[in-house]
């Protein structure tokens, strides 16, 4: 009976592959596993899955040269690198050797195979999303100044809440925050229904809450899916009040993070933008005492300087009048001391006028009155009968009566008086 | 008429004799008479003014004293 050796059984497979398989394929398949050696050579285990159960696997491999080109390319257009449990289009050369057996040799990748029916499908909902004009609802919301009373959306039992609620409750400055969690599945084929209904519970009380934070530990991609459902999506975006994500994934954002008011990593994260944005307020406040402060102690030293300076002002005002009264008084002091000098003076002068009027007029009339006198007194003395005896008359008494008048007979005895004595004459005759 | 006799009436008296003597022609005693009178009159009165002069300035020698 005739036969192959192995090697000429294991060329026959290589040539049979050879002749009847197109020099290159594209596939599809999950990087099952992956590693790079020294060279820098690319190998990997392709598998296919449903479910868990492995339907199809197969090892491949891509050169350095070709690796280093396809790598760079990829992770610039998908935003991600190559990795362990992607879904990929691959074009491949089946290889087939006698020793190693089979495997494949990759040639080119298409990254817009991985962007994905997931990417396409996000992309036709966020389309939707836009064209009934819902997308940015929520994110023209404004952040509560001082957002303090939380909403949260999470799975209780969940690392994430845990680490959220415990980083939020130990920030550095005790700034509080009150909330109240909705509890909710956050991943598998009923997750949206179950945010949904916890998102109809906080509009319910809806002036209790300043925002909502939706929140989840991470996880592997696949558990995203229920992020990136309009329905879900479409009930975020139109929620009244801002909502805060912190799904915890590192591969492009999910529809929920895209509508959501703002998106942050983890909820370590969501919690540290809670306390900064209080921070942010508690700083301005803050500032705003600082500067209240400090534009009182500028108003209070001004005004103390201002004081200060009127004081003195008045005081030199004060001292200013008091020396400009004290020289009117001066003035009006050393004015009556001369007018009263002045006044004596003249009293003086007027007195002195006076007595020597007085001198001079008494002494007048003493003068004439002597005057008078002496005149009366010559007067007296020519009238005098010694005087008149003197100048040569006499006076003839008879009997001691004087003639005149008197009757004179013949042989009277008549006594006659003159200057140089008496004569006693006889009367002879009378001639009557 | 005595010392105390005013200056005033004295010097009227003086002039009273001086009228008589002349516009009514006394005789010679009752000249004698008026002449001793008037004459005794003059003399009250020169005394009387020369005391006045003296006692005035006597006055005005006390003002100046007491300036």
């Known amino acids: 009976m005739s036969h192959l050796t192995l090697f000429q059984l294991n060329a026959l497979v290589k040539k049979t592959l050879e002749d009847n398989l197109d020099a290159t394929h594209w596939v599809v398949a999950e990087i099952g596993e992956m590693r790079l050696n020294q060279k820098g050579h690319c190998y990997m285990e392709l598998v296919e899955k449903e479910g868990n159960f492995v339907s199809a696997k197969i090892k491949a491999n891509i050169w350095s040269y070709t690796y280093r080109n396809l790598s760079g390319w990829f992770e610039s257009i998908t935003k991600t690198p190559l990795q362990q449990g992607m879904k990929i289009l691959f074009n491949v050369s089946v290889q087939f050797h006698e020793v190693y057996g089979m495997s494949l040799n990759i040639k080119d990748i298409d990254p817009n195979f991985t962007l994905g029916e997931r990417a396409r499908k996000k992309q036709e909902v966020i389309q939707r999303l836009i064209d009934e004009g819902i997308f940015e609802d929520n994110k023209m919301l404004n952040l509560p100044e001082v957002p303090q009373r939380i909403g949260i959306i999470s799975s209780e039992t969940s690392a ?118 209080l921070e942010r307020v508690d700083d301005s406040l803050n500032d705003s005492i600082f500067r209240i402060h400090q534009s009182g102690n500028t108003k209070l030293s001004n005004s103390k300087t201002h004081l200060n300076q009127i004081n003195s002002n008045m005081k030199i005002g004060v001292i200013q009048n008091i020396q400009r009264a004290q020289t009117v008084l001066d003035r009006k002091s050393d004015e009556f001391k001369y007018k009263a000098k002045e006044s004596l003076r003249l009293n003086e002068q007027r007195l002195l006028h006076a007595q020597d009027k007085l001198l001079v007029k008494s002494l007048m009339y003493i003068d004439m009155n002597n005057q008078t006198l002496s005149n009366f007194e010559k007067q007296f003395e020519l009238l005098e009968p010694s005087s008149i005896l003197k100048r040569g008359y006499s006076i003839s008494r008879i009997n001691g009566k004087l003639i005149k008048n008197l009757k004179v007979s013949s042989n009277d005895e008549m006594v006659t008086e003159y200057s140089e004595g008496l004569v006693v004459s006889v009367v002879k005759t009378t001639n009557k | 008429m005595t010392k105390k006799t005013s200056y005033k009436v004295a010097l009227a008296r003086i002039e009273a004799i001086v009228d008589i003597v002349e516009n009514q022609e006394p005789d010679v005693d009752e000249l004698a008479e008026l002449v001793k009178e008037g004459t005794k009159l003059i003399a009250l009165c020169k005394e009387k003014l020369k005391n006045t002069e003296s006692e005035l300035n006597e006055s005005l020698k006390q003002l100046d004293q007491n300036d």
């Open chain 1, 160 to 277: 994430g809440y845990g680490d959220f609620i415990s980083h939020l409750k130990s920030n550095s400055r005790g700034l509080t925050f009150n909330t109240s969690i909705f509890p909710a599945l956050m991943q598998g084929d009923t997750a949206s229904d179950s945010i949904i209904a916890s998102l109809l519970k906080i509009n319910n009380d809806i002036d209790q809450f300043d925002l909502v934070v939706m929140i989840r530990g991470g996880g592997a991609q696949s558990d995203l899916d229920c992020f990136d459902e309009f329905e879900l999506a479409s009930y975020i975006a139109q929620f009244p009040i801002p909502v805060i994500t912190g799904i915890g994934h590192e591969r492009d954002e999910t529809i929920t993070d895209l509508v959501a008011h703002t998106k942050m990593k983890t909820p370590t994260d969501v919690a540290d933008f809670l306390i900064n944005g």
